[in-house]
């Protein structure tokens, strides 16, 4: 049997989704999660982006062990220069450039002849193999590109040491039949091609990235390019859960296998969600709340007779358990760490004591704590942005014949601060008490609240976005989109904590905005 590489670009192309943008701290986190879940390729960010992307990607090579981190650049010396300097450092580095090859692009977006455009793919792939042993090109927009001019390109950067050539349907564009057989002719046509490994990079436009990724597989491709919970640009990218799952599955068809360790797929699946605020659908194959659960009564009859009736692969094979954990108020701190433990999470002595405490709390609150809850409770204690404010109360009175008023009190930069605010209900007017305080400006663009578990003393967890003008690297300012998120059993406290937890994030980017600029002004 073959392997398959999985390369996971969640911290480029996953980051690039509108709201997704994650700290520094968080693209730590998940790299490290990533190293766990033993993918082969992290595809860390586009250093040429931000002076904090460049940061961030030469950490993850600094800190992150086992897989090799890799750059995105385009084909100019800069970017693949800054590329450079961002992973240097890495046990394995890779550097990862890219130029269009459609006509369409070429046209409109490049405005570049063939000529040129193959010129500069040979004379940036062979700069970057000056500087780097482990050198991946992609033609971008394969999917639509004139095959012929796609070999000719090829041939050329194989002859400068690419060692990986990935083939990107940038757009989604590809059928599966159509996506195989452009792996196929490449396999057939580009000399030199036994040199190097074939990559697939397919985006989800038509819902078809993970066909179009085991097309790819099934016709000789090794490397399979993929996001968790398949984040990405527009509609996303090919899900890694998905690919991992169905060759592992369907290991006999595909004669093909991944050192994934499956088991750690929820556990990343999660982290990545909560990171991002982009919520998992509960119908979403593998990580989906409902993937393994069975209402019908001839499905339940089934599964309950042989789970193999209904199940073609077990909960626990992703990282679930069959059934939920009962703990209480009397539970101690070591069956709480081992249901930590065997849930993937590996949380210091510190963090184990500031969840603990919030779980007394709810288990004071409710009969059941469920598997459901105490991760709500991780991510709403452990996994929110930096804090520069920070909610202590939060007092609202409400009701049909009077006005919802709120009182909030915050601690900040100026101490501990409180105010009050009236608004149309509860929510609005602990909002508005809160914008009294922090005083910046942004729009409320989404609002949404789900409960964790069932019954009437279910934790509840709120998501919101925000979007406020920022400046970028050069001062000026464009519009960019926060999340943010919050559990509590009660909702109105939910709510303030997911408004907070959005305001630190772009209070955060502010001030990374300020540090570059006042960091160019030295230059």
């Known amino acids: 049997m073959e392997k398959v590489y999985i390369f996971d670009t969640t911290l480029r192309d996953g980051e690039q989704s509108p709201g997704a943008t994650m700290t520094m701290e968080e693209k730590l986190d998940v790299a490290k999660q990533l190293a766990r879940l033993r993918v082969d390729v992290i595809e860390a960010g586009f250093p040429a982006a931000s002076p904090g992307d460049l940061a961030a990607v030469r950490q993850i090579a600094l800190e992150v062990e086992g897989p090799v981190i890799c750059a995105l650049a385009r084909t100019t010396k800069d970017d693949i220069d800054k590329a450079w300097e961002a992973v240097r450092h890495a046990a394995r580095p890779r550097i990862h450039t890219f130029i269009a090859t459609s006509d369409i692009h070429l046209e409109h977006k490049l405005r570049m002849t ?45 002859e400068e040491g690419a060692t990986v050539l990935n083939i990107p349907d940038t757009v989604g564009y590809c059928l599966p039949d159509e996506f195989g057989a452009l792996i196929a002719g490449i396999r057939q046509n580009v000399r030199g091609i036994e040199r190097c490994i074939i990559s697939t990079h397919c985006h989800n436009d038509l819902g078809l990235a993970t066909a179009n990724s085991l097309a790819g597989v099934k016709a000789g491709a090794r490397q399979v390019e993929c996001t968790i919970n398949g984040i990405g640009e527009r509609a996303g990218n090919a899900p890694l859960e998905e690919v991992v799952m169905a060759l592992k599955v369907r290991r006999t068809l595909f004669d093909c296998y991944t050192d994934i360790v499956t088991e750690q797929i929820h556990r990343t699946s999660q982290m990545v969600s909560q990171y991002t605020g982009i919520r998992v659908q509960p119908n979403k194959a593998i990580v989906g709340a409902n993937a393994f659960a069975h209402e019908a009564g001839i499905h339940q009859a089934g599964y309950l007779r042989n789970p193999m009736t209904y199940e073609i692969m077990t909960p626990a094979s992703v990282g679930l358990t069959q059934s939920s954990l009962v703990l209480g108020k009397h539970s101690g701190r070591n069956a709480f760490r081992a249901r930590l433990q065997e849930l993937g999470y590996h949380l210091s002595d510190q963090e184990i004591d500031r969840v603990f405490a919030r779980f007394k709390e709810l288990a004071d609150k409710k009969k059941t704590v469920t598997d459901a809850d105490i991760e709500a409770l991780i991510e709403d204690e452990l996994y929110q942005p930096g804090e520069i404010y920070r909610l202590e109360l939060v007092q609202v009175t409400c009701g049909d014949h009077c006005i919802p008023t709120a009182t909030v009190r915050l601690s900040g ?16 007017a602990v909002y508005r008490a809160i914008n009294r305080i922090v005083r910046e400006p942004n729009e409320l663009i989404e609002f949404s609240v789900e409960s964790v578990t069932e019954g009437i003393d279910a934790v509840g967890r709120v998501t919101i976005r925000i979007e406020a003008d920022v400046p970028d690297a050069n001062g000026n300012a464009r519009k960019k989109v926060y999340s943010g998120r919050g559990a509590d059993t009660d909702i109105i406290v939910a709510s303030a904590k997911a408004y907070i937890s959005a305001l630190n994030k772009l209070l955060g980017a502010r001030q990374q905005a300020k540090s570059s600029a006042h960091g160019e002004a030295g230059l």
């Open 114 to 158: 063939r000529q040129q455009v193959l010129k500069v793919a040979r004379e940036m792939v062979a700069y970057a193999k000056e500087k780097c042993e482990d050198v991946e090109f992609s033609p971008e927009d394969a999917g639509r590109s004139d095959p012929e001019f796609l070999y000719e390109v090829l041939e050329a950067v194989l």
């Open 413 to 428: 930069p100026n101490g501990v601060v409180q105010d009050a605010g009236l608004g149309t209900g509860p929510v609005d």
